[in-house]
């Protein structure tokens, strides 16, 4: 031991959660009552990730495959506009949270 030290202090220090990236694939515009579907792609976590999309108010859980991909449909029973729909992955063990949001349309729905 050098002079003066009594001893050496070892804290354990938990790694950062590994950085994780969502986007939309897909994210079309819809029709009142009609379903329609969303895409996300999940970068940075492992396939069996959930992913919890909300489009209009409306809120539907994806889970990634293979490709880190999680697709959902929802039927958006909402006035005819703009809205924000929004994908997150909430994070897990080792994988830090992550989300995005786009603007999607919802029209009137043409066949009625």
Excluded at 20 to 41: C, E, H, K, M, W
Excluded at 62 to 80: F, I, K, L, Y
Aim: proline fraction near 7%; aromatic fraction near 6%.
């Amino acid at each position: 031991m050098s002079p003066g030290i009594d001893s050496i202090r070892n804290d354990a220090v938990s790694p950062a959660p590994a950085s994780t990236n969502i986007s939309f694939l897909s994210a079309p515009g819809g029709a009142y009552a009609r379903p329609v579907s969303f895409t996300a792609q999940l970068n940075g976590a492992p396939a069996g990730s959930v992913v919890v999309f909300d489009i209009a108010g409306k809120t539907a859980q994806g889970v990634t495959d293979g490709s880190r991909s999680a697709t959902v449909t929802v039927t958006p029973v909402v006035s005819p506009g703009s809205y924000t729909a929004k994908a997150t992955f909430r994070g897990s063990t080792g994988y830090a949270s992550s989300s995005t949001t786009t603007q999607v349309h919802i029209g009137h729905d043409q066949a009625t």
